[in-house]
Antibody, heavy 113, light 111 residues
C-alpha cells in the first residue's frame, strides 16, 4: 500500500532554513508527480509546490516562490522541500501528497524567535 | 493566485442533503474539469472525496457527489450523517503559473 512519511520538521528562527523529506513506498515513485501542501494551525489547506515525475518541472505558490525549492531523488524514493528565509507565517503542518489521493501524516514546522 | 471561495459553514439535520459551493474563475474551476474535494476531520489527514469534478474514489460513499456549472463547483452530501461533520475543501487546477489552488474551506455541522 502507498506510504508517505514526512520528516525534518521542527522549531526554527525566522530567516533560517529547513529541509523536509518525504519517504515514499508502495508505488513506483519515479512515475508520479508529487505535491507539498501545508496547513497553518487552525487554518485551511494551502498548496505549496509540485514536481513532475522526472523532476524537470516545478511550480510554486506565490507565497513561497523564490524561498522554497522542491526536489526529488527517484533512486531513494524521496521527495524534498528546501525552505529558506523562513517567516513566522510559514508555520504549518507540511504534507506530501501523491495524486492528492494519498497523503503523509505531516510534519510540523514552527518558525519562531 | 487567490484561494477559491467557499462558504465558511454549512449545516443540516441527519438525513438531509446539503451542498457546498466552490467559486473560482474561468482560469481555474470554470476552465478545466480538474476540481477535487477533500474531507478533513479534526487532527486528521485530508481525504479525497471527489476528483475530476464528479468522480468518486473507490471506497467513498455514493452519498457524496460533485458537479460544476460555470465557475462554480459543488459538493452535495445526501442523507447527512453524524460522521460527515468535518471540514471540506475544494481544489482546482489553474492556468496561472502556480498550477493548483485550494478553496477557503467549509465547516459542515450536523445538527
Amino acid at each position: 500500500q502507498v506510504q508517505l512519511v514526512e520528516s525534518g520538521g521542527g522549531v526554527v528562527q525566522p530567516g533560517r532554513s529547513l529541509r523536509l523529506s518525504c519517504a515514499a513506498s508502495g508505488f513506483t515513485f519515479s512515475s508520479y508527480g508529487m505535491h507539498w501542501v501545508r496547513q497553518a494551525p487552525g487554518k485551511g489547506l494551502e498548496w505549496v509546490a509540485i514536481i513532475s515525475s522526472d523532476g524537470s518541472k516545478k511550480y510554486y505558490a506565490d507565497s513561497v516562490k523564490g524561498r522554497f525549492s522542491i526536489s526529488r531523488d527517484n533512486s531513494k524514493n524521496t521527495l524534498y522541500l528546501q525552505m529558506n528565509s523562513l517567516r513566522v507565517e510559514d508555520t504549518a503542518v507540511y504534507y506530501c501528497a501523491k495524486d492528492y489521493a494519498h497523503w503523509g501524516q505531516g510534519t510540523l514546522v514552527t518558525v519562531s524567535s | 493566485q487567490s484561494a477559491l471561495t467557499q462558504p465558511a459553514s454549512v449545516s443540516g439535520s441527519p438525513g438531509q442533503s446539503i451542498t457546498i459551493s466552490c467559486t473560482g474563475t474561468s482560469s481555474d474551476v470554470g476552465g478545466y474539469n480538474y476540481v477535487s474535494w477533500y474531507q478533513q476531520h479534526p487532527g486528521k489527514v485530508p481525504k479525497l472525496m471527489i476528483y475530476d469534478v464528479t468522480n468518486r474514489p473507490s471506497g467513498v460513499s455514493n452519498r457524496f457527489s460533485g458537479s460544476k456549472s460555470g465557475n462554480t463547483a459543488s459538493l452535495t452530501i445526501s442523507g447527512l450523517q453524524a460522521e460527515d461533520e468535518a471540514d471540506y475543501y475544494c481544489a482546482s487546477y489553474t492556468s496561472s503559473n502556480t498550477l493548483d489552488v485550494f478553496g477557503t474551506g467549509t465547516k459542515v455541522t450536523v445538527l
